[in-house]
């Protein structure tokens, strides 16, 4: 069964940095595709970026393009968030899930499974 374990978020200046790692395990994610997804308080959760099982497509948020870079390396079974020059608006609790095929592509957290716990990112001067 995969499991998925985040890591990596953490209190952070605006305009700084952070690396979110997605680790699968029970599974290899060579033919899964991966999400990142965010639920702010008192918000619902949304999708930030989506990669396909290759990484040949991916797919961002409006709010995240430019400044966020969604990568994997399957050797490792990870998936990585590359989250750079953040904002205020970026806080939030950061999940990664999985799903199969192409539906991944319209990146809404209806069509992903297998969740993964979350990771706190906190965006504040």
């Known amino acids: 069964q995969l499991q998925l374990v985040e890591s990596g978020g953490g209190l952070v200046q605006p305009g700084g940095s952070l690396r979110l790692s997605c680790a699968a395990s029970g599974w290899t994610l060579d033919y899964v595709a991966i999400g990142w997804f965010r639920q702010a308080p008192g918000k619902e959760r949304e999708g930030v970026s989506c990669i396909s099982s290759s990484a040949s497509s991916t797919n961002y948020a409006d709010s995240v393009k430019g400044r966020f870079t969604i990568s994997r390396d399957n050797a490792k079974n990870t998936v990585y968030l590359q989250m750079n020059n953040l904002k205020h608006e970026d806080t939030a609790i950061y999940y990664c899930?999985?799903?199969?095929?192409?539906?991944?592509?319209?990146?809404?957290?209806?069509?992903?499974?297998?969740w993964g716990q979350g990771t706190q990112v906190t965006v504040s001067s």
């Open positions: 899930a999985a799903t199969s095929g192409l539906r991944y592509r319209l990146c809404v957290p209806g069509d992903f499974g297998s």
